[in-house]
């Protein structure tokens, strides 16, 4: 992440109790973000925001589930109390991903996907991107994937979430970059994280073998991405990471 000071910016980041996000977190915290940190394990995110503490940060958990709209209003409204009542960053890095053929795909995990990489990112930037644009001010970065850009065998609805993911992203460049919101996406390649070795087990090397570095990326380098967009002069970008 480049030299920058982020003091008296609050960062609301999406799924960062583990992964990308959590080491997103680590980093605006080390360059001086109030950061909240969210997801649906309690003890997972209690544990980010002591580590975060510890190091001389300052962080709070907000527990939720957004995959509904009013889950992520519920989250806003939560944040912005803890926060005192601004949002300066939101990192929309938060997703689910259940593989397999297509003939084979419940629709329950067609739903959940949908619900978890789309519909609560939706939401939360109707509520927050409006409040920022008042400002004239604010940022917002959306964590899509390589397989938003390019096929890959058992990945259709995962791909199809990431795909809708950044034409959101362009589209609230759109609207709301004219007002000083500055909307971004990153697209990470393969990344070996805890919850990623889990789904895809030793299919994770093979699909890394078909990045340009020829392997799985850390979590760390990833946000370094996610991170590095609140100080960037873009107005909306797209930015593959690192494969």
């Given at each position: 992440m480049a030299e920058q000071d982020l003091s008296g910016r609050t960062a609301l980041v999406t799924g960062s109790t583990s992964g990308i996000g959590e080491a997103t977190a680590k980093q605006l915290a080390e360059h001086g973000a109030h950061v909240i940190v969210v997801g649906r394990r309690r003890e997972l995110g209690d544990g980010v925001v002591a580590a975060i503490r510890a190091a001389?940060?300052?962080a709070d958990y907000a527990r939720a589930?957004?995959?509904?709209?009013?889950?992520a209003r519920e989250l806003v409204r939560r944040a912005l109390a803890t926060s005192g009542g601004q949002i300066d960053i939101l990192i929309n890095n938060a997703g689910t991903a259940v593989f397999g053929p297509t003939a084979e795909t419940l629709e329950e995990n067609w739903e959940m996907m949908f619900n978890t990489n789309l519909k609560g990112h939706f939401f939360l930037v109707a509520e927050l991107a409006p409040k920022m644009a008042a400002r004239g001010k604010g940022v917002i970065v959306n964590t899509s994937t390589?397989?938003?850009?390019f096929a890959v065998p058992g990945m259709a609805v995962y791909g199809e979430t990431k795909a809708g993911?950044?034409?959101?992203t362009k589209s609230w460049a759109a609207e709301f970059c004219p007002d000083g919101v500055r909307v971004n996406a990153v697209s990470p390649g393969t990344t070996s994280t805890q919850n990623v070795v889990n789904v895809m087990g030793?299919?994770?090397?093979?699909?890394g073998k078909q990045a340009p570095?020829?392997?799985?990326?850390?979590?760390?380098?990833?946000?370094?991405?996610?991170?590095d967009d609140p100080g960037e002069p873009f107005r909306s970008q797209h930015s593959p990471v690192g494969h």
């Open positions: 001389g940060g300052k589930e957004l995959s509904v709209a009013a889950s390589m397989v938003g850009q993911l950044n034409l959101l030793d299919g994770l090397d093979e699909l570095l020829g392997y799985a990326a850390d979590a760390d380098a990833d946000a370094d991405a996610d991170a």
